[in-house]
């Protein structure tokens, strides 16, 4: 828990902070020159490997441990690829600078490809991995949530938390051995917080980037039991709005992966009655489910349709759905290979340095 408030800082709050948990976190809609839509997504993980609630990470014998996932989706073509990197070595410079900069690659290394994130300019980022190299340009200032950038959830769950909802982006991804040129819009989150993962923790989250110039943040929080909204939204202005006064359902339509057994809703409606919004939110791609040993989640592209006082209003935007119960019984087998990857990947590493 923090002892005090301390409000964010550009651009020393883009930089790693001594946190048990803290993520940065990038999503995007893009199109090649024929229209032909594609997505991705890539977050790269920094916790506490002492306090973080990762049975595996407490054998870790280091200060603090990394990890990433990320993915790349053909819309056209129903093709999901999604990529988990359980062990991160980043380079001795990464979070020296003034701006954020990371440099960083799996272990072990087979063929080696540097990932890293790295502001080149104010708000300006290069992300890249091995599926996706990308300039991303924010034209907004940064959305701090719920006004101040922190958040207080009255459970004991506090985190800081940002965002950059509107960020113009080209560059190349990578499918089938292809280099495909695209563009389009993507969203930045950064996150940190003295926070160990709960399994009892459950969240449907949404970013929403509408053909008006608005962009909303919202979502449904379960901690303990207790629901949590929150919605905030950044207009073409740059004027920010804030709001706990939200719905969100779902909309009868689930989707079982065979993997896991997992059942996730893809159907959504969000209202915010204060402001008008009544929105439907449909998912390009049914199967967008990542597995990270004991943490399954659905992370994907959406279409955005319905109502801003009553007018009419379209988007795109990305849904992550976090919380919903495993159900097959071989993912324990899975859990166990899981850990056993892991520990001989850590020992890899630890040979390496």
Known sequence: MYKEYKPIKFPKDELTHNSIVEWWYFNGNLEDEKGNRYSFMNCL??????????????????????FSHHLISDVKNRNFESY?????????DSFTRENLFVNYMSFPVTKYINFCIEAIDKFKY?????????????????????????????????????????????GLINLNGKQIKVKGKSWMDHQWADIPYE????????????????????YELVIKDKKIYLA???????????????????????WTSEKTGAEYPLLWNIRIPS???DLEIKPLIENQEMIFSIINYWE????VAGKINKREITGKGFME???????????????ENFKNMFLEKIKSMLGKI
């Open 275 to 277: 402001w008008g919004i």
């Open 45 to 66: 993980f920094k916790t506490n490997p002492r306090e973080i609630n990762l049975p595996f990470a407490k054998k870790i014998p280091l200060k603090d441990y990394y």
């Open 199 to 218: 399994k009892k923790i459950k969240w449907n989250w949404f970013s929403l980037q509408l053909d008006n110039s608005t962009q909303i943040m919202c």
């Open 300 to 303: 994907g592209p959406i279409d």
């Open 84 to 92: 988990i990197h359980p062990v991160i070595l980043i380079s001795k």
């Open 232 to 254: 905030n939204l950044i207009d073409k202005k740059g004027i920010c709005k804030y709001t706990e006064e939200i719905a969100i359902n779902p909309l009868g339509k689930v």
């Open 126 to 170: 290069r992300v890249k991995t091995n599926s996706f190299d990308l300039i991303l340009t924010s034209v907004k200032k940064p959305l701090l949530a719920n006004k101040t950038g922190f958040l207080n959830s009255g459970t004991g769950y506090e985190n800081y938390y940002y965002s950059l909802t509107d960020l113009r982006t080209e």
């Open 321 to 335: 759905l976090v919380g919903y119960p495993i159900k097959k019984t071989w993912i324990k087998q899975y859990e």
